[in-house]
């Protein structure tokens, strides 16, 4: 983990500033700059959300031009504080699926907050420590999503309720009992995925970018490794050229009472 932080801290460094520039530190643990932004993404269009079941949901349901790009994990702090920094310069809006033990949220927390309360950021539950739920006992089950609850609530005022994601995507009728008696009633997959879960070349991610970016599409991607940090102008190319609209789930969707 060090290792990959530290690499990850030397790749934003060198994409956005010259040797011994200053980087900004606007909140605690500091936030690397991204040069030059990339252009303003337009919001969302208006009108009547989409009701949902309490069922699992892999893409958008019915006519539109929303894209939700999901953010898993949070492995390294510095691709958290640059996803963040994205979203403050374009516009662009994420459903973060928050592992909560890593501690980029608790470092990122005085910079995310004003972005989840505004709606521009959504937080939902990852679990705590990102284990293969249907190999554990339905109270441990429960603990992994009690604790991440628990998290989100203290430090974002939020539950994340009701959308969980299950670690790999791995869930069962027990684990989905487990998650709906705490409130997740939407376990929530996707339609494709950037696949940076680990270290990936900007050239793969870019390609499944191009691959999966389509409207109505949930997409995967994760705050692990540093190459999506180089890529959110190419990025935002693409959306601007499909003519998509960046959107949280709570954006659109009208989840169960």
Not at 56 to 83: C, F, H, K, N, R
Not at 158 to 168: E, K, L, N, T
Not at 211 to 233: E, M, S
């Amino acid at each position: 983990m060090l290792l990959l932080a530290a690499g990850t801290a030397v790749a934003l460094a060198g994409c956005a500033v010259a040797e011994g520039d200053p980087i900004e530190s606007g909140s605690a643990g500091g936030l690397p700059p991204l040069a030059p932004p990339p252009p303003l993404i337009p919001p969302p269009p208006g009108g009547p959300k989409t009701p949902i079941p309490a069922a699992t949901i892999t893409a958008l349901p019915g006519p539109g031009s929303g894209m939700a790009l999901t953010v898993d994990d949070g492995a390294s702090p510095e691709v958290v504080g640059a996803y963040i920094k994205f979203a403050r310069d374009t516009g662009a809006r994420f459903t973060f699926f928050v592992t909560a033990y890593y501690d980029s949220w608790t470092i990122h927390r005085d910079a995310l907050r004003p972005l989840a309360d505004s709606g521009q950021i959504q937080l939902a539950n990852h679990t705590w420590d990102h284990p293969d739920l249907t190999k554990l006992a339905a109270g441990a089950v429960a603990s992994q999503l009690e604790r991440a609850k628990t998290f989100l609530r203290n430090t974002f005022g939020v539950d994340g309720a009701p959308y969980y994601r299950p670690p790999f995507g791995r869930h069962n009728a027990t684990v989905d009992k487990v998650a709906a008696d705490l409130g997740y009633t939407v376990p929530t997959m996707w339609y494709g995925s950037l696949s940076d879960s680990g270290v990936i070349t900007e050239e793969y991610l870019i390609e499944c970018a191009r691959k999966y970016f389509h409207p109505q599409t949930i997409i995967i991607g994760h705050a692990n490794a540093p190459a999506v940090t180089h890529c959110y102008g190419q990025l935002v190319d693409i959306i601007k050229e499909r003519n998509l609209s960046m959107v949280t789930l709570n954006d659109v969707l009208l989840p169960p009472r």
